[in-house]
């Protein structure tokens, strides 16, 4: 869309934007003049930068046709300078407000870029290109973040009796590396860096190293960037003291695991005993109440068979059978009355 002006678009305006347009496009595709290899802008982030275009030689470009792009970009006009004033609506959404050029410097061929609060998403390559002169001039702009580590101590590593170090450092662009220093700088073998990408885009990057006693206890964690050229060191001192307490809480604690161990194992082995003694009872219990169960029985039935007369039994009918006993001898009688001489 082009800027409206007391209520609608004036024609001439219009004309003059297209024109515009169609010239860029013109020189874009042909062929220009470049003036050397890109040229190095490191930033860190959030920093107001200046991204450096002159003139060549030094002329007034205030009324010029000058644009400051990417081409890795749609639309690709970072800003885009014509007839005195920016050209902003075709100005690329992520540079809104961002960038700007000085109308005293365009007076001396300067156009200079200058960039303000710089993003990580602002790294890449820009061209200041002129149009009219079908001059270019590229500029890499490689924006940076980075932050000191911290050192922890991570545990004991009880194959060699050394001391187990962490080093972590958030906030880093682009990825940086880990190193780890000896007293004399010398470089110690640590284990893989492990990192985490944000979503914002940075780094977060850990390390940790086994260090043994050494005539200076003395170790460095190294973050570094060579790209930004940014290095952030943290040292940390172990007292001679601190090995030797370790190495005897270690022997100690490796004692105690021992006697722990061979507690553990005791304990089992008594309780499965006591388990197995307390079953052995059940089972005897349950044998003493089965055979006092079958002798009562027993002596129920011998009273039964050599006992005394037994009643007849009430409110049966007379033809029912009923057991009669005397001296030793069993009778039936049926229905009747017997008497026994």
């Known amino acids: 869309m082009f800027p409206i002006k007391d209520g609608g678009l004036r024609p001439v305006s219009v004309l003059r934007h297209i024109a515009v347009l169609l010239l860029l496009n013109h020189f874009h595709g042909g062929q220009s003049q470049e003036t050397g290899p890109p040229e190095p802008v490191v930033a860190m982030l959030g920093e107001d930068i200046t991204l450096p275009c002159q003139l060549e030689p030094p002329m007034d470009g205030v009324?010029?046709?000058?644009e400051w792009g990417r081409l890795d970009l749609d639309p690709r006009f970072v800003l885009l300078w014509h007839d005195g004033q920016e050209f902003l609506t075709v100005q690329n959404q992520a540079y809104k407000g961002r960038a700007s050029v000085s109308i005293n410097n365009l007076k001396l061929g300067d156009f200079s870029l200058r960039l303000s609060s710089?993003?990580?998403?602002?790294?890449?390559?820009?061209?200041?290109y002129f149009p009219k002169l079908n001059t270019k001039h590229l500029v890499e702009l490689l924006v940076g973040a980075a932050s000191s580590p911290a050192i922890s101590l991570a545990g004991l590593h009880q194959a060699t009796s050394g001391v187990m170090l962490d080093c972590r450092s958030e906030g880093w662009y682009p990825e940086p590396e880990v190193l780890?220093?000896?007293?004399?700088?010398?470089?110690?073998?640590?284990?893989?860096?492990?990192?985490?990408?944000?979503?914002?885009?940075?780094?977060?990057?850990?390390?940790?190293v086994t260090v043994e006693k050494r005539p200076s206890n003395?170790?460095?964690?190294?973050v570094q960037q060579k790209d930004t050229n940014q290095t952030r060191d943290t040292e940390i001192l172990m007292p001679d003291d601190f090995f030797d307490l370790l190495s005897s809480s270690s022997s100690t604690i490796t004692g105690l695991a021992v006697s722990l161990a061979v507690f553990v194992i005791l304990f089992f082995l008594l309780l499965l005993f006591s388990v197995w003694n307390w079953r052995q009872n059940v089972i005897k219990t349950k044998r003493s109440t089965t055979s006092g169960t079958v002798s009562r029985e027993e002596k129920n039935t011998t009273e039964i068979s050599s006992g005394e007369e037994m009643k007849p039994l009430k409110g049966k009918g007379e033809n029912e059978r009923k057991p009669v006993s005397r001296n030793g001898k069993l009778l039936l009688v049926k229905g009747i009355k017997t008497k026994i001489r």
């Open 118 to 128: 710089v993003k990580t998403s602002d790294s890449g390559t820009y061209r200041c």
């Open 63 to 66: 009324n010029m046709t000058m």
């Open 180 to 208: 780890w220093l000896d007293a004399e700088g010398n470089l110690l073998s640590a284990g893989p860096t492990e990192t985490i990408r944000g979503p914002d885009d940075l780094y977060t990057v850990s390390s940790r």
């Open 218 to 222: 003395r170790f460095t964690c190294r």
